[in-house]
């Protein structure tokens, strides 16, 4: 496979369950993102690694935690999540920070009733 | 006053022709910029980059104007295939990063 990959394409989550994301990058690149795009709102950056390492996180609450194990996956641990939090979650890498081209998966579309 | 702001649209622009729209920002120490296209349902693409001479890519042609803060995107030709949400994405670098993502401009070239 090439590019990036997300799992699952489609997430449908009660309050209380505990589920995960994961995304993973064939293409060599040393930053990892996450982000959450929900209807009729910009693109909001949710976390940022850069070699491994948490660069950023952007306010993003407690119940989304996010892991990378090594440059190529990344996954969002999600926990008592609340009805809000449904919207489409977008993985992205780069061969750079942020000043760079972002390659993005297909997303995870998530419900969580 | 919102970081990044565009027009959401739609633009409906005839098959040929030409449009053209903008995005401001807000942080005049704003380092890098960028369009990207998104398709419905899709995940978002690079367009292209903005430099700060402009920059031309095919029947795309992207500015920056830092003294007024904002950049533009314009696309000639309009091809039905150029139907889309365009997203103006800019980086603020000054303790780090900060990449902030317009609300898109959506655009639907009609024949």
């Known amino acids: 496979e090439t590019g990036v990959t997300q799992t699952p394409r489609h997430l449908v989550m009660g309050m209380t369950n505990k589920k995960s994301l994961k995304c993973e990058q064939h293409l060599g690149h040393n930053a990892m993102y996450w982000y959450k795009q929900s209807a009729k709102k910009p693109l909001e950056l949710m976390f940022v690694y850069n070699f491994k390492e948490q660069t950023e996180n952007n306010s993003v609450p407690s119940r989304f935690s996010p892991e990378c194990p090594n440059s190529s996956h990344l996954f969002l641990h999600l926990h008592t999540l609340q009805p809000e939090d449904s919207a489409l979650y977008l993985c992205?890498?780069?061969?750079?920070?942020?000043?760079?081209?972002?390659?993005f998966g297909p997303g995870t579309r998530l419900t969580v009733t | 006053r919102k970081e990044v702001e565009q027009d959401p649209g739609p633009f409906n622009v005839p098959e040929g022709a030409t449009v053209a729209f903008n995005c401001t920002y807000s942080n005049s120490a704003s380092q890098s910029f960028f369009w990207y296209r998104q398709d419905c349902r899709k995940e978002p693409k690079l367009l292209m980059s903005v430099y700060s001479s402009g920059n031309e890519d095919g029947r795309f042609t992207a500015q920056l104007n830092r003294a007024s803060q904002y950049i533009s995107l314009l696309i000639r030709d309009s091809k039905l295939s150029d139907s889309a949400t365009y997203l103006c994405?800019?980086?603020?670098?000054?303790?780090?990063?900060?990449?902030?993502f317009g609300g898109g401009t959506r655009v639907l070239v009609k024949p």
């Open positions: 994405v800019v980086n603020y670098r000054a303790a780090g990063n900060k990449l902030t």
């Open positions: 992205a890498s780069s061969q750079g920070g942020e000043d760079y081209e972002q390659y």
